[in-house]
Nanobody
Framework: QVQLRESGPGLVKPSQTLSLTCTVS??????????WAWIRQPPGKGLEWIGY???????YYNPSLKSRTSINRDTTKNQFTLQLRSVTTEATAVYYC????????????WGQGTQVPVSS
């Protein structure tokens, strides 16, 4: 019964930092060897895996985004976050948080997604 929900600003301006929060209920982000991931889907394109934070706090990022990406967590709130810095309009996408494995195909539980336009 784990549930994930994305939240954040509805629009981000170019050159700014895109910040999102995933709030998790029904399961702890610190147990059971799960990976907690961020994924995005630009308009008309496929899913792009951004990165994860593990149950122990280890992180791993898509190499194409690594230099501008940070995933953190607040265990007291059972939340994990995404920061994507210096965004362009190419970052416009639906952003998802998800749980289970370290790869896209192994992610079983997903939030509903949140649309993030990057526009001036």
């Amino acid at each position: 019964q784990v549930q994930l929900r994305e939240s954040g600003p509805g629009l981000v301006k170019p050159s700014q930092t895109l910040s999102l929060t995933c709030t998790v209920s029904g399961g702890s982000i610190t147990t059971n060897s799960y990976y907690w991931a961020w994924i995005r889907q630009p308009p008309g394109k496929g899913l792009e895996w951004i990165g994860y934070i593990s149950d122990t706090g280890s992180t791993y990022y898509n190499p194409s985004l690594k230099s501008r990406t940070s995933i953190n967590r607040d265990t007291t709130k059972n939340q994990f976050t995404l920061q994507l810095r210096s965004v362009t309009t190419e970052a416009t996408a639906v952003y998802y948080c998800a749980r289970d494995g370290a790869t896209l195909t192994s992610l079983k539980y997903w939030g509903q997604g949140t649309q993030v336009p990057v526009s001036s």
